[in-house]
Nanobody, 122 residues
Framework: QLQASGGGLVQAGGSLRLSCAASGRTFSNNGMGWFRQTPGKEREFVAAINWKGRDTSYADSVKGRFTISRDTSKNTVYLQMNSLRPEDTAVYYC?????????????????WGQGTLVTVSS
């Protein structure tokens, strides 16, 4: 139901934009989030946006570099990633929350898309 795309290989300092498209149902009343995971580590919160797209929250590690947005008409959520660093390398996942707010806790997320790999070279 959620399809993430846009990952790839980029040099440090570069930019990527991830997209998360919903199909089969709409998530217009749900908060949406991006998480990331590296081998051997737990999935961690990156960014979230509320159902209206007016409230956002970010992990401290990406604040000021990443921007989450959503286009309800396209049923799509985006993650613009600028000034990428090698430590941003991970598989990025999008998910829909069971709440309408920009939740940062993974416990609020149920519907997960498949991940997209982001690799940042130094």
């Amino acid at each position: 139901q959620l399809q993430a795309s846009g990952g790839g290989l980029v040099q440090a300092g570069g930019s990527l934009r991830l997209s998360c498209a919903a199909s089969g149902r709409t998530f217009s009343n749900n908060g949406m989030g991006w998480f990331r995971q590296t081998p051997g580590k737990e999935r961690e919160f990156v960014a979230a946006i509320n159902w209206k797209g007016r409230d956002t929250s970010y992990a401290d590690s990406v604040k000021g570099r990443f921007t989450i947005s959503r286009d309800t008409s396209k049923n799509t959520v985006y993650l613009q990633m600028n000034s990428l660093r090698p430590e941003d390398t991970a598989v990025y996942y999008c998910a829909a929350a069971i709440t309408a707010s920009a939740a940062s806790a993974i416990m609020y997320y149920r519907n997960w898309g498949q991940g997209t790999l982001v690799t940042v070279s130094s």
